[in-house]
């Protein structure tokens, strides 16, 4: 059964479950939104009653700390959300952000994310980045091996692209996840795919297949 709204969105409280501590700091990160306001809401709010303490780092129109990476390598959890891949990593570039987000990785803190906050940890990914049609991506920050693409069956041209792209080699073997599924690595290794619904499936893709992984279903803890 998934849990209602109100709750702790159960990858979240596994997030929360891995930073360890009894108030995690976690630093939520909407680049890929232009840094819409609403979204910033939204995540404070569904983290209203969880034991956490709960920041968040801007950039648009300008940075809303003085300091990002003071604020970044402090935190247990780092979350980026989803929007555009393509937006974010320039923007990131020109703020030196993916260069604090790999000293924070170096340092042990938890990098999490969701859509373009999952694909911009590898080497590339499917997006509509460059407008409605899906197109390859390529230029994500590569700390994790291969690529990565979301949305796999719940958006029905990602399967086919991605499986496409992969194989034609315009981007590199990798991982595919549905909704709701996620994959939790210690540092370039795949230890984990957990789902927050119980048909949720992850695929590990090459050019000549596509395999199942054995994947968690978080509710059933």
């Known amino acids: 059964m998934l849990m209602p709204q109100s709750d702790v969105p159960l990858q979240v409280r596994y997030t929360l479950e891995l930073?360890?501590?009894?108030?995690?700091?976690?630093?939520?990160?909407n680049t890929a939104t232009g840094d819409d306001p609403a979204g910033y809401v939204r995540f404070y709010d569904r983290l209203a009653d969880a034991a956490a303490e709960v920041r968040h780092l801007a950039l648009f129109p300008?940075?809303?700390?003085s300091?990002?990476?003071?604020?970044?390598?402090?935190?247990?959890?780092?979350?980026?959300?989803?929007?555009?891949?393509?937006?974010?990593?320039?923007?990131?570039?020109?703020?030196?952000?993916?260069?604090?987000?790999?000293?924070?990785?170096?340092?042990?803190?938890?990098?999490?994310?969701?859509?373009?906050?999952?694909?911009c940890w590898f080497s590339g990914g499917t997006t509509d980045s460059f407008g409605t049609r899906l197109r390859p991506f390529t230029d994500g920050m590569g700390m994790l091996p291969g690529s990565f693409c979301p949305h796999y069956h719940s958006?029905?041209?990602r399967r086919p692209l991605y499986r496409r792209?992969?194989?034609?080699?315009?981007?590199?073997?990798?991982?595919?996840?549905?909704?709701?599924?996620?994959?939790?690595?210690?540092d370039d290794e795949?230890?984990?795919f957990v789902s927050d619904r119980p048909d949720g499936k992850?695929?590990?893709?090459?050019?000549?297949?596509?395999?199942?992984?054995?994947t968690r279903f978080l509710g059933a803890d």
């Open 19 to 29: 930073a360890g501590g009894p108030r995690p700091r976690v630093c939520v990160m």
């Open 62 to 65: 300008m940075p809303n700390v």
């Open 67 to 119: 300091d990002p990476e003071d604020l970044l390598l402090s935190q247990d959890v780092i979350f980026v959300g989803g929007g555009s891949v393509a937006n974010m990593m320039a923007v990131w570039r020109v703020h030196g952000i993916d260069d604090i987000l790999r000293k924070a990785w170096h340092a042990g803190i938890i990098l999490a994310g969701s859509s373009a906050g999952g694909i």
């Open 155 to 157: 958006e029905p041209e």
């Open 165 to 186: 792209l992969v194989a034609d080699g315009s981007l590199e073997a990798g991982i595919a996840c549905d909704d709701g599924v996620a994959a939790h690595f210690v």
């Open 190 to 192: 795949a230890a984990e």
């Open 202 to 214: 992850a695929y590990r893709v090459t050019a000549s297949s596509e395999t199942p992984a054995a």
